[in-house]
């Protein structure tokens, strides 16, 4: 007899359920109180279950030495009642989490309060039947009963799936129940399948173990899969029984949308094409980021400057004047401008995520992760890490590998977040705007592409290092669910845009803000500094210009003060440690600044710039101060070299002070926290060196 | 002193006091936890447990 779950009538059609074929030689007396553990995936329909069968007979406390929650209710089965425990929502009991080592414990009886349970009862959803069989035949290893609770009949129904719960149930060796615990249907017969098969059980052979010899301890766990090759064959085992299983007993009426589906699958899952649409796609999203954003980034930069006019005409000259123009509209103006780049950026990995296909990407790319030794569960945090550090740090909580968990963290800033876009899109917007290779592709989408992957193949290498030296461990299998492809939901879409966009403008308006103004104030004083050396340097960098007394006397002091003011000390200081970077004493600052937050570097350049207005070059914009800047001796400062050494700088160096803190706390150590603070730096100047220095060899 | 420099004078401070109380926010997250370094309620547990 066929059951199709799903339908109404599943009491009828369990009611002939071969509970009784199964019980076989193994007895137990039946007089004892039982206890009967319940198991599954989590979203399983545990819990429903769990309440039903339980109602308002139930304690919450935890687990002994542990702040799990243990659930346990009491359970009237046919004529007698059973402790019902609830176990944490568990995809495997390979024991890598505290939830799985909870469940093994109580399993094998080590759990001290609760005996080791006379059945266990297994949730299994129709919908993800493959997926949670896993768990079921980790079950049946444990020389316990199981029972399965066969949930979510009505949404396999709509997804056309039928399942053969008779077949199922023979081929598991194990009673198999259709329940819907809403209504309450299958209730009845899955008290009587537990009541029976707690009493009278005959062990399931396994085809992966040697006549029904199973797992007993965890102590056995732990020794079989300390040899990784017996537990990987130990896995695959399970999977190809688990294939067998369904399709012997499932049978899914191919719909259009699901061939359809598949189909699209086949391509962007490829290992080959799957990789070059990936590419292509952020391509575009790049090429149609700078080409989208332009307009109203020029309106903006517009704005600020006729801001910035009117403020200045409309106050009278003196201090006050200087840092309203110079200092605060400057600097976050010269920060704001980039808001429609970064509205755009999630705009589109909105629309990518919620239509499906960042899932894709991550399997595609958890294939390279698994090679290095990441775990999958990695991709995740990384791919949030695009966005900020910070949530993919506190994202690999889900890591329960603390190795693999540190070597996530440890590479997550390599990932470019939005506070890196305004420095990528000035570099560009200075020197690489409007080329063009093959007469459509933009050098700017280009090199902003060639950044986003330079991080990602830094990380990919130093996880690839690290888990194979100071934390080694071996990666655990990962199973990735693929949702459906689906229409972006608008409102999600444009409510993850716009929550994007009011963090960005708080930053802008908070740290951003302070920031500057103690730049401004950094360059702005002293005002008086030694005027004896400030008339020899005003000489001198006059002189070397080669502009004399036509100079303009305004700008030559102003660039005099600039270099003798709290900044330009330090940027001095340190200029000899950034000069083989081809940085001069002014980008130091921006440097040094930056470590507070990214975008910092773009308004501590268009302070300097503009407080300085180098020589005698009126800059409207940071860009046209840029590509003007000249060093003392009339040389320009910057070059497309030197913005691409400051762009690789910028996708290593640890320059977020967040981070910092972030790390600090989930790590728990100040060694892994100077480390990671260390390594990138280092690894930083060493990729800017080597940018800088071959480029220049090489002619550029 | 004019009014436009105590004006920037007290700009100046407020951004000070600002991003020092940022600093003090972040030397506070430095500081470990009392419990483990994931986020499973421990916080009261004398255990700290370390990479």
């Known amino acids: ?700 | 002193m004019d009014m436009q420099t105590i004006i920037v004078s007290v700009i100046i401070l407020a951004a000070l006091l600002y991003v020092g109380i940022q600093i003090a926010g972040k030397v506070k997250s430095f500081t470990p936890k009392g419990g483990c370094g994931s986020d499973c309620g421990c916080e009261s547990s004398p255990k700290a447990s370390k990479f």
């Open chain 1, 1 to 700: 007899m066929k059951t199709e779950v799903g339908s109404q009538n599943t009491e009828a059609r369990n009611s002939n359920l071969g509970v009784a074929e199964l019980v076989g030689e193994y007895n137990k007396t039946s007089n004892k109180r039982l206890t009967i553990a319940l198991a599954g995936n989590p979203n399983a329909g545990k819990t429903t279950l769990f309440n039903v069968l339980t109602g308002l007979k139930q304690k919450v406390a935890n687990y002994p030495g542990v702040t799990v929650e243990r659930k346990e209710g009491v359970w009237r089965l046919d004529d007698k009642t059973a402790r019902l425990i609830d176990l944490p929502g568990l995809y495997s009991l390979d024991v890598t989490s505290l939830d799985e080592q909870i469940a093994s414990d109580v399993l094998t009886g080590k759990l001290t309060g609760i005996g080791k349970p006379d059945a266990v009862v297994a949730v299994v959803d129709s919908t993800n039947l493959e997926r949670n069989l896993y768990l079921v035949t980790q079950l049946l290893e444990f020389k316990i009963p199981v029972v399965i609770a066969l949930t979510m009949g009505d949404a396999a129904e709509k997804q056309s799936l039928v399942i053969d719960s008779r077949k199922l149930s023979k081929l598991l060796q194990i009673p198999v129940i259709a329940i819907n615990a809403k209504q309450r249907q299958g209730i009845s017969e899955l008290s009587e399948a537990v009541s029976r098969a707690a009493t009278e059980y005959n062990v399931p052979r396994l085809p992966w173990t040697n006549d029904g010899d199973s797992i007993e301890t965890d102590e056995d766990i732990h020794l079989s899969l300390s040899e990784d090759v017996a537990a990987n064959k130990r896995i695959f085992a399970r999977y190809n029984f688990i294939s067998e299983v369904y399709q012997e007993s499932v049978n899914q009426e191919q719909t259009f949308e699901r061939n359809v589906s598949d189909k699209v699958d086949s391509v962007l899952t490829h290992k080959f094409f799957g990789l070059v649409i990936l590419v292509a796609i952020l391509l575009l999203v790049f090429q149609t980021i700078f080409s989208w954003a332009n307009l109203p980034m020029d309106l903006l930069d517009q704005g600020f400057g006729m801001l910035g006019d009117f403020v200045k005409t409309s106050l009278p000259e003196g201090i006050l004047n200087d840092l309203l123009v110079d200092g605060i509209i400057t600097g976050v103006g010269g920060v704001i401008i980039f808001l429609p780049q970064i509205l755009l950026l999630f705009l589109f990995l909105s629309i990518l995520e919620d239509t499906g296909y960042m899932a894709r990407a991550a399997f595609l790319l958890d294939k390279l992760m698994s090679r290095v030794g990441l775990h999958g569960k990695a991709f995740l945090p990384l791919l949030s890490s695009f966005a900020c550090a910070i949530p993919g740090i506190m994202a690999t909580r889900t890591i329960e590998n603390p190795k693999d968990r540190l070597a996530t963290i440890l590479i997550a800033p390599f990932m470019s977040c939005s506070a890196r876009l305004p420095v990528y899109t000035l570099m560009i917007g200075a020197f690489f705007t409007g080329q063009t290779v093959f007469g459509f592709l933009s050098i700017g989408a280009l090199l902003m592409l060639a950044m986003y992957a330079l991080g990602i193949f830094v990380a990919i290498i130093v996880a690839f290092i690290l888990k194979r030296t100071i934390l080694k461990s071996p990666p655990p299998p990962f199973v990735m669910e693929l949702p459906p492809y689906r229409l972006p939901n608008l409102r999600t879409v444009l409510q993850n845009m716009f929550t994007r966009a009011g963090l960005f403008l708080k930053r802008a308006g908070t740290v951003i803000l302070a920031i500057s103004i103690i730049l401004w104030a950094l360059t702005y004083f002293p005002r008086d500094a030694g005027s004896d050396a400030g008339n020899q340097a005003q000489t001198e960098i006059a002189v070397n210009a080669g502009q004399g007394a036509e100079a303009g006397d305004e700008n030559v002091k102003e660039s005099v003060h600039l270099q003798n003011s709290y900044a330009g000390q330090l940027g001095h200081l340190i200029e000899p440690v950034i000069e083989p970077l081809g940085f001069d004493w002014k980008i130091g600052v921006a440097l040094v600044a930056s470590f507070a937050a990214r975008e910092v570097v773009v308004s501590t350049l268009s302070i300097i710039y503009n407080v300085g207005k180098d020589e005698n070059e009126e800059s409207e914009t940071l860009i046209s101060a840029i590509r003007d800047a000249k060093k003392d001796d009339g040389s320009p400062v910057w070059s497309p070299l030197t913005a691409l050494t400051l762009m690789v700088f910028f996708v290593l160096a640890m320059q977020c002070i967040s981070t910092v803190a972030v790390v600090r706390r989930e790590t728990n150590s100040w060694t892994w926290t100077l480390f990671m603070i260390g390594y990138m730096t280092g690894l930083a100047y060493l990729a800017a060196f080597l940018t800088y220095q071959g480029g220049r060899l090489l002619g550029f």
